[in-house]
Every structure is written in C-alpha cells, then in structure tokens.
C-alpha cells in the first residue's frame, strides 16, 4: 500500500506564489519517480513537473521558468513550488509517484495517487 498526502492548495492572486507538498508513505522501492499533474475543467490531466530519486527534473513547458519541483527522500516528499501564477494554472493537482517491482523474471510498473489539492488563480 502507498498513500500519497497533498497540501498547500488553494486561492491565490494572478502573480502569486504556492507551495505544494506531497508525503508518501508505505512500500516505495527507493528507485522511483515523483511528480505533480494537473487537471482543469473539461481538459485531461497533464504532467506539470517530474523528479527521480537522483534529482533529475522534467517540466512541462508552461512550468519551465516559474515552477520548481524538489524532493527530500528521506521524507518520501515532493515539492512543488509555484511562482507567477497564471489563471490558466487554475486545476487540481495531483501528486504521483511510479516505480518498478519485480515479479519473477519481469519487471511491473506501479504508480500511485493523491486525492488532489484545489489550485485556483483569480485574475
């Protein structure tokens, strides 16, 4: 089992910052990946940002230049810290982690995640 805590949503001003975290808990294999998506009304969830154990990022590009994405491993947490905050950055965010678990001979992917936190930029 792998639970996965968001916080640090909520209401924020066009030009505004938020800070995001994620805590996991339960049985990760120490080599995995953590990110943060996001999903608005009526679109499909996107990645917004990606971070492995060994620290190697990936953002999307309306993330790149505004967003950064940190982990302390030790805690299982992720962070996402936001800075000029756009309307259009109003969704749900939503915490994920993957990793691979060996069965047998192969290798099965798992992911997992957060219930979601309300991000909302008022213009």
């Known amino acids: 089992q792998v639970q996965l805590v968001e916080s640090g949503g909520g209401l924020v001003q066009r030009g505004g910052s938020l800070t995001l975290s994620c805590a996991a808990s339960?049985?990760?294999?120490?080599?995995?990946?953590m990110g943060w998506y996001r999903q608005a009304p009526g679109k499909q969830r996107e990645l917004v940002a990606s971070?492995?154990?060994?620290?190697?990022?990936n953002y999307a590009d309306s993330a790149k230049g505004r967003f950064t994405i940190s982990r302390e491993n030790a805690k299982n947490t992720v962070y996402l810290q936001m800075n000029s905050l756009k309307p259009e950055d109003t969704a749900v965010y939503y915490c994920?982690?993957?990793?691979?678990?060996?069965?047998?001979?192969?290798?099965?992917?798992?992911?997992?995640w957060g219930q979601g936190t309300q991000v909302t930029v008022s213009s």
């Open positions: 339960g049985s990760i294999f120490s080599n995995n990946v």
């Open positions: 971070i492995t154990s060994s620290g190697t990022t």
């Open positions: 994920n982690t993957q990793f691979g678990v060996a069965m047998g001979m192969r290798v099965s992917s798992r992911e997992y």
